[in-house]
């Protein structure tokens, strides 16, 4: 729903790490980036559970691990934040938009389309290469991963019209966050990391319209 929210005359205006790379890809193909990586999301999700149906029919649903995982995710948004603050560096993306249910949209696609690239993209396609080719062990594939990542992650904020300017501080302090989300995507999966990064960022908007 959100999609149909933001405005194609917005769609030029927002930005996060992921959405200069995927609007890039997307518009070589001639799919707006915005509408495009998010209709590529919900197709994908449908496949997903037509492809899982079965296997999730046997599957017992239970909202209390939603509450849970919601509760650990604000922790950990909250932990970011404080990393984050002590740097006095603490936004992820540019919220330039012109109304705030917008901000509210693109804070929760940050979480979602930069975990979805950074982390379970890069992190997979990063293990998988690097075991490829330098035969380390798993853990050392995966802190391999995770840095790769976490430094393509923060150098993307700065690329495009709209992106920051070049500064080594602010690359540092992101790509710490990097760190941060990729250590956490390893040990407690897409799920929690992808909430935890939406909330870090509605935490940032609050602070901004208060």
């Known amino acids: 729903m959100g999609l149909f929210i933001i405005s194609s005359r917005d769609i030029p205006q927002l930005r996060n790490g992921a959405d200069v790379l995927m609007r890039n890809v997307l518009e070589t193909f001639g799919l707006l980036g915005i509408y495009g990586f998010g209709f590529m999301l919900l197709f994908g999700f449908l496949l997903v559970f037509i492809i899982q149906r079965k296997k999730w029919k046997a599957t017992e649903f239970n909202l209390g691990f939603l509450f849970f995982m919601f509760v650990e995710s604000v922790v950990w948004s909250a932990g970011l934040f404080s990393i984050m603050n002590f740097s006095n560096q603490v936004a992820l993306m540019n919220p330039n ?24 993209l890069f992190i997979g396609g990063f293990t998988y290469l690097i075991g490829f080719v330098l035969q380390w062990k798993q853990l050392g594939r995966k802190i391999g991963a995770v840095v790769l990542s976490a430094v393509i992650f923060s150098l ?11 500064d080594v501080g602010l690359f540092f302090v992101r790509f710490v966050a990097g760190l941060f989300l990729g250590g956490l995507y390893c040990f407690r999966g897409f799920g929690i990391t992808a ?10 908007l609050v602070m901004v319209v208060t």
């Open 156 to 166: 993307f904020h700065f690329v495009g019209v709209l992106g920051d300017q070049p």
């Open 97 to 120: 938009t012109r109304f705030l249910i917008q901000r509210v949209v693109l804070s929760i696609g940050a979480g979602i389309y930069e975990e979805f690239v950074f982390r379970l």
């Open 195 to 204: 909430c935890t990064h939406a909330l870090y960022d509605l935490i940032l």
